[in-house]
């Protein structure tokens, strides 16, 4: 069965327990968690807050298929860096750490997915050498949790930007806790048969962020706004008997979010989800 959850990076400007209400009013089954000073702050938030928030989410039904850690400025100033690719060391070892304490979260939370991209590559460092870097990384981070899966992202201009890419680093690892995390606009913008590459890397997609996508221009807009074909991802689901979560991912919609939370679920529900 396929469920419907809502990205909290979307209503960041609330506090977090009356995001996680509105979500569940509008009749969305789960929320994924981000990383963000704001919500889930990784390097201040406490065990008693985790717990608080874990009451919060079961008293309103909400399950939490996943945490994603790829806010833009956790870090420093600069978007998404340091990275995993990296040309410093010491900047990889501070993403391997905010990925340590994302794990950590996860599993205070009993989530079972952790969501996160490999970064931008330096033009200056070869796809080669971040290969073996992000290939060190990974080995790390799949050594900690024994019930933690981590779900890489595509992102377009990133290192890995296709569903592809992430795919064949599946199978180089080979581990059973290291899976893709799809989302459907990025696809769209960089796959010109988006839904055949949706369809191919179902088997190893446990989550799938979506959001519309209009003109192939990587700008989030909600579902009935762009060029997405929703009755053709709602039946290639369908054929394949798919039943993971879809996670709609509006953060650029604040201004609009009353909007946005009813037609993503209205859309999804209607078309998708049948």
Request: proline residues 5%; contains cysteine; charged residues 25%.
């Given at each position: 069965?396929?469920?419907?959850?809502?990205?909290?990076?979307?209503?960041?400007?609330?506090?977090?327990?009356?995001?996680?209400?509105r979500?569940?009013?509008?009749?969305?089954?789960?929320?994924?968690?981000?990383?963000?000073?704001?919500?889930?702050?990784?390097?201040?938030?406490?065990?008693?807050?985790?717990?608080?928030?874990?009451?919060?989410?079961?008293?309103?039904?909400?399950?939490?298929?996943?945490?994603?850690?790829?806010?833009?400025?956790?870090?420093?100033?600069?978007?998404?860096?340091?990275?995993?690719?990296?040309?410093?060391?010491?900047?990889?070892?501070?993403?391997?750490?905010?990925?340590?304490?994302?794990?950590?979260i996860?599993?205070?939370?009993?989530?079972?997915?952790?969501?996160?991209?490999t970064?931008?590559?330096?033009?200056?460092?070869?796809?080669?050498?971040?290969?073996?870097?992000?290939?060190?990384?990974?080995?790390?981070?799949?050594?900690?949790?024994?019930?933690?899966?981590?779900?890489?992202?595509?992102?377009?201009?990133?290192?890995?930007?296709?569903n592809?890419?992430?795919?064949?680093?599946?199978?180089?690892?080979?581990?059973?806790?290291?899976?893709?995390?799809?989302?459907?606009?990025?696809t769209?913008?960089?796959?010109?048969?988006?839904?055949?590459?949706?369809?191919?890397?179902?088997?190893?997609?446990?989550?799938?962020?979506?959001?519309?996508?209009?003109?192939?221009?990587?700008?989030?807009?909600?579902?009935?706004?762009?060029?997405?074909?929703?009755?053709?991802?709602?039946?290639?689901?369908?054929?394949?008997?798919?039943?993971?979560?879809?996670?709609?991912?509006?953060?650029?919609?604040?201004?609009?979010l009353?909007d946005?939370?009813?037609?993503?679920?209205?859309i999804?529900?209607?078309?998708?989800?049948?």
């Amino acid at each position: 069965m396929i469920q419907l959850a809502y990205n909290l990076n979307g209503l960041r400007s609330m506090p977090l327990n009356e995001a996680c209400t509105r979500v569940a009013d509008v009749g969305f089954a789960g929320v994924e968690l981000s990383l963000h000073p704001s919500h889930l702050d990784p390097f201040s938030c406490r065990t008693r807050d985790l717990v608080e928030l874990r009451r919060v989410a079961g008293d309103l039904g909400l399950k939490i298929p996943s945490l994603a850690a790829g806010a833009d400025n956790l870090l420093s100033s600069q978007r998404f860096e340091p990275s995993l690719v990296s040309p410093s060391a010491d900047g990889r070892r501070q993403r391997l750490e905010l990925l340590r304490r994302a794990i950590v979260i996860a599993e205070e939370l009993q989530i079972p997915n952790l969501n996160f991209a490999t970064g931008i590559l330096n033009p200056e460092i070869s796809r080669s050498v971040a290969f073996e870097w992000l290939m060190e990384g990974l080995g790390q981070l799949l050594e900690l949790s024994e019930t933690v899966t981590l779900i890489m992202e595509p992102e377009p201009g990133f290192f890995l930007q296709r569903n592809a890419e992430v795919a064949d680093l599946i199978e180089e690892i080979g581990h059973p806790r290291f899976r893709l995390a799809q989302d459907l606009g990025h696809t769209r913008v960089v796959d010109n048969d988006y839904l055949s590459s949706v369809r191919e890397y179902l088997d190893v997609s446990p989550v799938i962020q979506v959001e519309d996508i209009k003109g192939r221009v990587h700008n989030h807009e909600i579902p009935g706004d762009g060029d997405i074909d929703w009755t053709a991802f709602a039946d290639l689901l369908a054929d394949a008997g798919w039943s993971g979560w879809l996670s709609v991912e509006l953060y650029n919609q604040e201004d609009r979010l009353d909007d946005a939370l009813r037609r993503s679920f209205e859309i999804l529900q209607s078309v998708v989800v049948r």
